[in-house]
Nanobody, 122 residues
Framework: VQLQASGGGLVQAGGSLRLSCAAS????????MGWFRRAPGKERILVATINWSGRVTYYADSVKGRFTISRDNAKNTVYLQMNSLKPEDTAIYYC????????????????WGQGTQVTVSS
């Protein structure tokens, strides 16, 4: 397994969760990392990205100010801290990686994790 996402669960609206994605060295070092989500009956969409160094991040408008993406390059792990969760955040969350020095990577990821379910109750 090259990318392993974890940390999903059931939480009430307004609550928090932190997702983790553990990667192998081959799929993490020098890679941009992204979090995507797929809500029931909808297409998968980009949630947040972080560049290879961790210095540049991008967020979808729907999560700005509530979610924070970060990475620990020593642990080959990327995180998604999700605060002030809303029922519309309910989805399967996927992490992905792409070998690139680019700062913003919004598509064409190379590797994908298996997904972790996040359910926000109202």
């Amino acid at each position: 397994v090259q990318l392993q996402a974890s940390g999903g669960g059931l939480v009430q609206a307004g609550g928090s969760l932190r997702l983790s994605c553990a990667a192998s060295e081959r799929t993490f070092s020098g890679h941009a990392m992204g979090w995507f989500r797929r809500a029931p009956g909808k297409e998968r969409i980009l949630v947040a990205t972080i560049n290879w160094s961790g210095r540049v991040t991008y967020y979808a408008d729907s999560v700005k100010g509530r979610f924070t993406i970060s990475r620990d390059n020593a642990k080959n792990t990327v995180y998604l801290q999700m605060n002030s969760l809303k029922p519309e955040d309910t989805a399967i969350y996927y992490c992905a990686s792409k070998l690139t020095w680019a700062d913003y990577v919004l598509e064409d990821y190379d590797y994908w994790g298996q997904g972790t379910q996040v359910t926000v109750s109202s």
